[in-house]
């Protein structure tokens, strides 16, 4: 399955922000999704996933309350909203797709399909 990430750009902090991701090539509801953020030199973060039905979600710790993940698999998309951002939020956000939704955290092994990243910068 391929993934293209879009709505990355400059906000300010305590701004939105929501971010697509367009998946092909697969059966998409087949699929758990999600989102992860990374930056050279900075420790690779999961932010959240969902199942491939949408009946299971998980949002980490360190953005639950402010980033919401959601799907439409009538137009093979998944979307992370992102709320109350801060600088600290400024990375390169990807999303991910597995077939596997137990997976796609990362804590046992990183997801099979990665998009290209999309730039989010927060300024103060």
């Known amino acids: 399955v391929q993934l293209q990430a879009s709505g990355g750009g400059l906000v300010q902090a305590g701004g939105s922000l929501g971010l697509s991701c367009a998946a092909s090539?697969?059966?998409?509801?087949?699929?758990?999704l999600g989102w992860f953020r990374h930056t050279p030199g900075k420790e690779r973060e999961f932010l959240a996933r969902?199942?491939?039905?949408?009946?299971?979600?998980h949002v980490a710790d360190s953005v639950k309350g402010r980033f919401t993940i959601s799907r439409d698999n009538a137009k093979n998309t998944v979307y992370l909203q992102m709320n109350s951002l801060q600088p600290e939020d400024t990375d390169v956000y990807y999303c991910?797709?597995?077939?596997?939704?137990?997976?796609?955290?990362?804590?046992?092994?990183?997801?099979?399909?990665w998009g290209k990243g999309t730039l989010v910068t927060v300024s103060s």
């Open positions: 991910v797709a597995d077939q596997s939704y137990s997976t796609l955290s990362g804590t046992t092994r990183l997801p099979g399909y």
């Open positions: 090539g697969g059966t998409f509801s087949n699929y758990a």
């Open positions: 969902i199942s491939g039905s949408g009946g299971l979600i």
